[in-house]
């Protein structure tokens, strides 16, 4: 009997015990202090962003970065976010474009042009190398001096290079316009900043005690 009833109290001991160790509604974590420690959200430069965008369109072929600045102005037009249609940013934008191609069309054809010139003066001097006369499919007879004809030579081979030049500076002018406009839109100056003049006077001499007072003007920079 003795036996018995003190299997039961170890029986129950260990079922306490175990109970303890196990509890069948566990504590719930605070996660209150998780949801205090996010961070906020990351800065987006849009204009970054968007001048960006520009320049790899305007690297990829000229006058695409600024098709890409009419369209965020057509956008801003259709969500409301300016006033008026900006009739007169996309002509100003148009004729960018226009501009671009039209000065481009003139390089080619003048790179063109001198090229094929040079060409031809080069081959007049190395065939009357050669032979000692004119070439008479050359049409150059009236040029009979050789001198002249390498004057000539030279000028148009300079003014190939001269254009080539001017080719890649309209190049990379397409690509800072489209980068500088594509940032300008997204600057935006506060309502706070404000330059103020106002008369004042200065004392221009301090030398052995004598002062000479100026009249001058006091620039004031609100930012």
Known sequence: MRFFLLSVVCCLVFAQVNA???PTNPVKQDTTAKLDTIAPAKYVNQGRIAGQKAIYRSLIFPGLGQIYNYGLVVDDVKAGRTEGKRIGQKLYIIGKISAI??????????YIDNNNNYRRFLRELQYRQLNGTPDPDNGLTQYPDVNALTVAKNIYKRNREVVLISLVGLYGLNVLDAYVTARLKYFNVDETLSIKISPTTINS????GFSNITPALKLTLRL
């Open 101 to 110: 191609y039209a000065g481009g069309t003139v390089l080619v054809m003048s």
């Open 205 to 208: 001499n301090t030398m052995y």
């Open 20 to 22: 303890q160790k196990n």
